[in-house]
């Protein structure tokens, strides 16, 4: 058994009884992150000597405080699109290979602050587009559960990594499923916090209306915990939410007996799996058994939010990647006989096929013409889906769902068909563009392959999807299951 099998307040205790050392705890991480990930690729790299220089300022702190904080000592991976001071930082892309960031997300800040160690960054589709890791600039990342498959993406390498205990958490990015989505496929807790619940500044952006940093953590405890840390306004930051962070651990305790939880028709009916409705139908049947109620509710918007999430998304990629130009990042193209030919010749080399269609999808609905036709409309269906939300949080307390339509597929399976890779994110991307909070809950298994359950709650609402998630989590009980061939 690896010490990185234990659930962080068990590392914890051990910590602080002195039974081993933080040092010894990020040695462990990074032995075997050197020893098996060469048939993940969830790391990009790992930072051995900054995860060593933490972990002796951990043991310190154990050693002198009375009451350290819950992370102090503990390994964490970061996404690839969180700025890390000093630490190549690429979001996955070989435009911007080499950059060093002088200055952290506020993120890596807080965890830092609470004595995590950091011992790499984690692979992802190039800057947070896609829904499974294929897409990275560098290498695919493979799921530990089978790896002829996906891990779900963008968020692929920090669920696979922790999936294979390669690292204790991690944190993700979130703009249409991509902390949920690989969370379900590897099956991990993924928590996606609502808009403006945790700071983006430092975030490298893909579209700033809907991204957002969560976690990834083997139990719903672990993920608070987590999200306890990184949650709270941020002066640097101006969408952050003012409101303060909620008792999160208090909800874990609540169970949910007494609660309304309303099932979705749309996301009920959208071609799923038997494997998947079968593990779902029994997660709804462990809720009732705990206490309960669970009703039927419509969001009838859900048919056009694939649609619109696919015009907006893209528009803010357009204007967020315009400075990825390879004069202020990226290598550069000094012999290049104009500046035109400059910038096309930096972008067509640092950027993977799948950037360059949503530069170019979202240039045209931004376009004069265009415009009014899609955009403005896109942001009108976004409109409609969040308030579909609203109404039906006033008669239910959270919401209940399948993370996803289909276990993990197979590399390559859907590479060559943009359309049915974005219709993986179908029941994630509506909680993005209502701003709302979510997480994926493991709660079985299909053919050997995790599922996921997904938790809707209302803004700020992430109490709420904890409360409900820690239920299913003890009911299913599969959250120590390791993948084959990463146990021991």
Known sequence: MSLLDLSISELGRGLRAREFSSVELAGEALGRAESLDGRLGSFLRTTPELALEQARAADRRLADEADPPALCGI??????????????????????????PPYDATVVARLARDGAVVVGKMNCDEFAMGSSNENSGFQPTVNPWDEERVPGGSSGGSAAAVAARLTVAALGTDTGGSVRLPASFCGVVGVKPSYGRVSRYGVIAFASSLDQVGPLAKTVEDAQLVLSCIAGPDRRDSTTSPAPVSDLAGALREG?????????????EAGLEDGIK???????????????ELVEVSLPSTEYALAAYYVIAPAEVSSNLARMDGIRFGPGEPQAPSLLEAYELARNRGFGPEVRRRVALGTFVLSS?????????????????????????????????????????????????PLAMYATDALTLPANLAGISGLSVPAGFTAGLPVGVQVLGPYLGEAMCLRVGAAVERAADVWRRVPAGFDG
């Open 75 to 100: 390994p964490i991976g970061h996404k690839d699109v969180l700025c890390t001071r000093g630490v190549e930082t690429t979001a996955g892309s070989r435009i911007l290979e080499g950059f060093r």
């Open 369 to 417: 013409g265009y415009y009014d036709a899609y955009y403005l409309r896109a942001q009108k269906v976004r409109t409609l889906v969040a308030q579909d939300f609203s109404r039906v949080f006033e008669r239910v307390d959270a919401l209940i769902s399948p993370t996803a339509p289909t276990p993990a597929f197979r590399l390559g399976e859907r590479t060559h068909d």
């Open 256 to 268: 949910v007996r007494g609660l309304r939880l309303g099932i979705p028709r749309e996301y009920v």
């Open 278 to 292: 079968a593990v779902f139908e029994s997660a709804c049947r462990w809720l009732e058994a705990e206490g309960a």
